[in-house]
Protein backbone atom coordinates (compact mmCIF):
# COMPACT_ATOMS: atom_id res chain seq x y z
CA UNK A 1 0.00 0.00 0.00
CA UNK A 2 1.60 3.17 -0.97
CA UNK A 3 -0.68 5.04 1.37
CA UNK A 4 -0.30 4.05 4.79
CA UNK A 5 0.08 5.71 8.36
CA UNK A 6 3.28 6.07 9.78
CA UNK A 7 3.67 4.11 13.10
CA UNK A 8 4.08 7.17 15.20
CA UNK A 9 0.58 8.43 13.80
CA UNK A 10 -1.04 4.89 14.53
CA UNK A 11 0.50 5.56 18.25
CA UNK A 12 -1.12 8.75 18.11
CA UNK A 13 -4.68 7.38 16.98
CA UNK A 14 -4.78 4.98 19.78
CA UNK A 15 -3.18 7.74 22.73
CA UNK A 16 -6.79 9.73 21.41
CA UNK A 17 -8.72 7.08 22.94
CA UNK A 18 -7.11 6.65 26.46
CA UNK A 19 -9.10 8.64 29.13
CA UNK A 20 -7.75 11.28 31.58
CA UNK A 21 -6.69 9.33 34.99
CA UNK A 22 -6.15 5.40 32.92
CA UNK A 23 -4.14 2.89 34.12
CA UNK A 24 -2.35 1.58 31.40
CA UNK A 25 0.23 -1.06 30.18
CA UNK A 26 2.03 -0.75 26.76
CA UNK A 27 3.27 -3.33 25.60
CA UNK A 28 6.97 -3.60 24.19
CA UNK A 29 8.74 -1.89 21.21
CA UNK A 30 5.87 0.02 18.92
CA UNK A 31 3.50 0.38 21.73
CA UNK A 32 5.47 2.44 24.09
CA UNK A 33 5.17 5.18 21.29
CA UNK A 34 1.68 5.63 22.56
CA UNK A 35 2.87 7.32 25.66
CA UNK A 36 4.81 10.18 23.51
CA UNK A 37 0.93 11.10 22.58
CA UNK A 38 -1.16 12.03 25.16
CA UNK A 39 -3.78 14.86 24.84
CA UNK A 40 -3.67 18.47 26.17
CA UNK A 41 -5.32 17.88 29.37
CA UNK A 42 -5.49 14.14 30.03
CA UNK A 43 -3.01 11.75 31.87
CA UNK A 44 -2.49 8.29 31.85
CA UNK A 45 -0.91 6.27 34.84
CA UNK A 46 1.39 4.39 32.78
CA UNK A 47 2.04 0.51 34.53
CA UNK A 48 4.96 -1.65 33.97
CA UNK A 49 5.17 -5.44 34.43
CA UNK A 50 8.71 -4.91 36.04
CA UNK A 51 7.08 -2.63 38.96
CA UNK A 52 6.98 1.01 38.33
CA UNK A 53 3.48 2.75 38.42
CA UNK A 54 3.17 6.15 37.09
CA UNK A 55 6.47 6.48 35.08
CA UNK A 56 7.56 9.57 33.10
CA UNK A 57 9.39 9.90 29.48
CA UNK A 58 12.46 8.94 28.45
CA UNK A 59 15.30 10.96 30.11
CA UNK A 60 17.79 13.08 28.04
CA UNK A 61 20.53 10.54 26.09
CA UNK A 62 23.48 10.33 28.85
CA UNK A 63 21.27 11.25 31.58
CA UNK A 64 19.88 7.29 32.01
CA UNK A 65 19.68 5.91 35.08
CA UNK A 66 19.79 2.07 34.23
CA UNK A 67 18.56 0.73 37.54
CA UNK A 68 15.51 2.89 36.55
CA UNK A 69 13.76 0.85 33.58
CA UNK A 70 10.91 -0.42 31.90
CA UNK A 71 10.05 -3.93 30.68
CA UNK A 72 11.41 -2.73 27.46
CA UNK A 73 14.49 -2.43 29.04
CA UNK A 74 14.50 1.14 28.00
CA UNK A 75 15.40 3.82 30.59
CA UNK A 76 12.10 5.96 32.23
CA UNK A 77 11.90 8.81 34.52
CA UNK A 78 9.72 9.14 37.31
CA UNK A 79 6.65 11.10 38.00
CA UNK A 80 5.46 12.74 41.21
CA UNK A 81 3.86 9.92 43.21
CA UNK A 82 5.26 7.17 41.31
CA UNK A 83 5.56 3.70 43.04
CA UNK A 84 7.62 0.80 43.31
CA UNK A 85 6.85 -3.01 44.15
CA UNK A 86 7.46 -6.33 43.33
CA UNK A 87 7.13 -7.93 40.28
CA UNK A 88 4.71 -10.76 42.02
CA UNK A 89 2.42 -7.82 42.99
CA UNK A 90 2.91 -6.18 39.65
CA UNK A 91 1.40 -9.17 38.06
CA UNK A 92 -1.13 -9.19 40.86
CA UNK A 93 -2.81 -6.09 39.73
CA UNK A 94 -2.79 -7.18 35.97
CA UNK A 95 -4.81 -10.17 37.07
CA UNK A 96 -6.63 -8.64 39.52
CA UNK A 97 -8.20 -6.53 36.52
CA UNK A 98 -6.48 -3.49 38.07
CA UNK A 99 -5.96 -1.91 34.30
CA UNK A 100 -8.01 -0.20 32.44
CA UNK A 101 -6.39 -0.12 29.10
CA UNK A 102 -3.52 -2.76 27.39
CA UNK A 103 -1.79 -1.71 24.45
CA UNK A 104 -0.29 -4.31 22.55
CA UNK A 105 1.40 -4.96 19.35
CA UNK A 106 0.26 -7.95 16.86
CA UNK A 107 1.31 -10.91 14.68
CA UNK A 108 -2.12 -11.35 13.62
CA UNK A 109 -5.84 -10.64 15.14
CA UNK A 110 -8.89 -12.31 14.34
CA UNK A 111 -12.02 -11.94 13.55
CA UNK A 112 -13.48 -13.28 16.69
CA UNK A 113 -10.81 -10.75 18.76
CA UNK A 114 -8.29 -14.03 18.83
CA UNK A 115 -4.70 -12.61 19.82
CA UNK A 116 -1.19 -13.87 18.42
CA UNK A 117 1.67 -11.36 19.63
CA UNK A 118 4.66 -14.19 19.67
CA UNK A 119 6.16 -16.66 17.80
CA UNK A 120 7.90 -20.08 18.25
CA UNK A 121 9.65 -19.09 14.93
CA UNK A 122 13.81 -18.93 13.96
CA UNK A 123 12.70 -15.41 14.93
CA UNK A 124 10.75 -15.74 17.48
CA UNK A 125 10.65 -15.31 21.22
CA UNK A 126 11.13 -17.86 23.73
CA UNK A 127 8.05 -17.68 25.39
CA UNK A 128 4.85 -15.71 25.70
CA UNK A 129 5.64 -13.40 28.58
CA UNK A 130 3.25 -11.19 30.79
CA UNK A 131 1.35 -10.37 27.33
CA UNK A 132 -1.30 -13.66 27.75
CA UNK A 133 -1.93 -11.67 31.69
CA UNK A 134 -2.39 -8.10 29.92
CA UNK A 135 -4.74 -9.48 27.45
CA UNK A 136 -7.12 -10.93 30.37
CA UNK A 137 -6.64 -8.58 33.18
CA UNK A 138 -7.24 -5.31 31.40
CA UNK A 139 -10.59 -3.98 31.07
CA UNK A 140 -9.83 -3.23 27.43
CA UNK A 141 -7.15 -4.45 25.06
CA UNK A 142 -6.25 -2.55 22.02
CA UNK A 143 -4.09 -3.36 19.81
CA UNK A 144 -2.01 -1.29 17.14
CA UNK A 145 -0.05 -2.67 13.98
CA UNK A 146 0.70 -2.55 10.50
CA UNK A 147 -2.44 -3.32 8.59
CA UNK A 148 -0.52 -6.13 6.37
CA UNK A 149 2.78 -7.71 6.96
CA UNK A 150 5.83 -6.76 4.84
CA UNK A 151 5.81 -9.23 2.17
CA UNK A 152 1.93 -7.90 2.01
CA UNK A 153 -0.36 -10.24 3.52
CA UNK A 154 -3.18 -9.48 5.84
CA UNK A 155 -2.78 -9.29 9.77
CA UNK A 156 -6.26 -9.34 10.45
CA UNK A 157 -7.93 -12.73 9.62
CA UNK A 158 -10.39 -15.15 10.20
CA UNK A 159 -8.64 -17.15 12.46
CA UNK A 160 -5.25 -16.88 13.53
CA UNK A 161 -2.42 -19.62 12.49
CA UNK A 162 0.26 -18.56 15.19
CA UNK A 163 0.17 -19.70 18.67
CA UNK A 164 -2.55 -17.64 20.09
CA UNK A 165 -1.32 -14.67 23.33
CA UNK A 166 -5.31 -14.95 24.05
CA UNK A 167 -8.80 -15.83 22.97
CA UNK A 168 -11.50 -13.91 21.93
CA UNK A 169 -9.45 -10.38 23.58
CA UNK A 170 -8.89 -7.78 21.73
CA UNK A 171 -11.96 -5.37 21.42
CA UNK A 172 -10.13 -2.95 18.60
CA UNK A 173 -7.47 -2.69 16.46
CA UNK A 174 -5.31 0.50 15.39
CA UNK A 175 -4.17 -0.02 11.65
CA UNK A 176 -2.15 1.96 9.47
CA UNK A 177 -5.04 1.64 7.31
CA UNK A 178 -8.43 1.53 9.49
CA UNK A 179 -9.67 1.92 12.95
CA UNK A 180 -11.65 -1.29 13.52
CA UNK A 181 -13.87 -2.46 16.35
CA UNK A 182 -14.76 -6.28 16.63
CA UNK A 183 -17.98 -6.90 18.20
CA UNK A 184 -19.86 -9.91 17.80
CA UNK A 185 -17.15 -11.51 16.56
CA UNK A 186 -16.51 -9.95 13.61
CA UNK A 187 -14.58 -6.69 12.39
CA UNK A 188 -16.65 -3.62 12.33
CA UNK A 189 -15.33 -0.63 10.37
CA UNK A 190 -14.70 2.83 12.66
CA UNK A 191 -12.36 4.79 10.47
CA UNK A 192 -10.70 4.26 7.35
CA UNK A 193 -7.98 6.81 5.10
CA UNK A 194 -9.91 8.84 2.80
CA UNK A 195 -8.06 7.63 -0.12
CA UNK A 196 -8.74 4.02 -0.35
CA UNK A 197 -11.86 2.81 -1.17
CA UNK A 198 -13.58 0.05 1.20
CA UNK A 199 -13.12 -2.32 -1.54
CA UNK A 200 -9.37 -1.38 -1.62
CA UNK A 201 -9.38 -2.37 2.04
CA UNK A 202 -10.92 -5.54 2.08
CA UNK A 203 -8.85 -6.36 -0.27
CA UNK A 204 -5.97 -6.58 2.09
CA UNK A 205 -8.13 -7.89 5.17
CA UNK A 206 -8.34 -11.38 5.47
CA UNK A 207 -12.01 -11.16 6.88
CA UNK A 208 -15.20 -9.52 6.09
CA UNK A 209 -15.56 -5.82 6.94
CA UNK A 210 -18.64 -4.72 8.37
CA UNK A 211 -20.02 -1.68 8.00
CA UNK A 212 -22.48 -0.72 11.17
CA UNK A 213 -23.00 2.95 10.46
CA UNK A 214 -21.03 5.90 8.44
CA UNK A 215 -17.59 5.10 8.22
CA UNK A 216 -15.38 8.29 9.25
CA UNK A 217 -12.04 9.51 7.85
CA UNK A 218 -9.19 8.59 9.71
CA UNK A 219 -7.31 11.86 10.44
CA UNK A 220 -4.21 12.01 12.04
CA UNK A 221 -1.08 15.09 12.09
CA UNK A 222 2.01 14.84 10.41
CA UNK A 223 4.30 13.43 12.94
Given amino acids: MAAKLTNNQIAWRAAQDIHDGAYVNLGIGFPEKVAQYQPPGREAIFHTENGILNFGEAPPSGEEDWDLINAGKRAVTLKPGSAFFHHADSF ?31 KGV ?53 VIDIEGGRFVLREKLAVLSLDELQAVTGAELHVASPVADLIVPEL
Wanted: with cysteine; net charge positive.
Fill in 92 to 122: AMVRGGHLDVAILGAYEVAENGDLANWSTGP
Fill in 126 to 178: PAVGGAMDLVHGAKRVAVITDHVTKDGKPKLLQRCSLPLTGVGCVTRVYTSLA
